[in-house]
């Protein structure tokens, strides 16, 4: 059964539409069996960030991390909001979206916690969408990246359905780490529609506005 994403959307044309998680937790026994990894070798290509249309309320589950881990939803105006990326930075990338993508495993809230909704580390090994992306950006910070760079994000998958995903914002565009794939992509690759991610500025949203990209096919 699909898990609800609460609070997903606050602005039209989405209003209406009810939207589940089951992406999160259920599709991802693909990770393992994927026949290659991404490359350390080289940077991603440079490319456009994904536009902020304006403000947005916080996804609830997000809110109520927060309330329990302050320090996790702090932004620190001193820290860069996006990050000149370089070759070293991109191997961590690489390596810690591949580690955790490997170390949790699957479960929905409803069966992990027996409530619809909770956003938290995955600490015992098991989670969904965003508790996975939750870990990649606790690595990353203790790895040297800056948090504010480091943004939890709400889209639409290729499914329809609510899906959180970990937006790094750099000098070459947006990359999206995921945990229902290992390779990192630009957010215009990835296939998804962009509804709203953690404000850079505080704790009020960014709104996407919906912005699509390109479905990827099977290969890419």
């Not at 991404?38 to 309330?67: D, H, N, Y």
């Amino acid at each position: 059964m699909r898990q609800p994403l609460f609070g997903l959307l606050n602005t039209r044309p989405f209003s209406k539409t009810i939207l589940r998680l089951a992406a999160c937790a259920l599709t991802l026994a693909a990770i393992g069996s994927e026949a290659h990894a991404q490359t350390v070798a080289g940077l991603p290509g440079a490319s456009q960030p994904v536009g902020m249309i304006g403000a947005a309320k916080p996804i609830q589950g997000w809110v109520r991390f927060c309330e329990q881990n302050p320090a996790e939803c702090a932004v620190d105006l001193s820290e860069p909001a996006t990050i000149n990326i370089t070759p070293k930075d991109w191997q961590t990338l690489v390596r810690i979206n591949q580690q955790v993508n490997a170390d949790v495993k699957a479960k929905t809230d409803k069966d992990h916690w027996g409530v619809e909704d909770r956003w938290d580390f995955a600490e015992d090994g098991y989670g969904d969408c965003e508790d996975y992306q939750l870990v990649k950006r606790k690595r990353l910070v203790e790895a040297g990246f800056p948090r504010r760079a480091l943004r939890m994000t709400v889209v639409i998958d290729e499914e329809g359905a609510g899906h959180a995903v970990m937006m790094v914002r750099t000098n070459r565009g947006d990359l999206i780490l995921d945990n229902k794939k290992n390779a990192i992509l630009p957010w215009h690759k990835t296939g998804y529609t962009y509804i709203k991610r953690e404000g850079d500025q505080g704790a009020t949203w960014a709104s996407l506005g919906g912005q699509t990209s390109p479905t990827m096919t099977a290969n890419q």
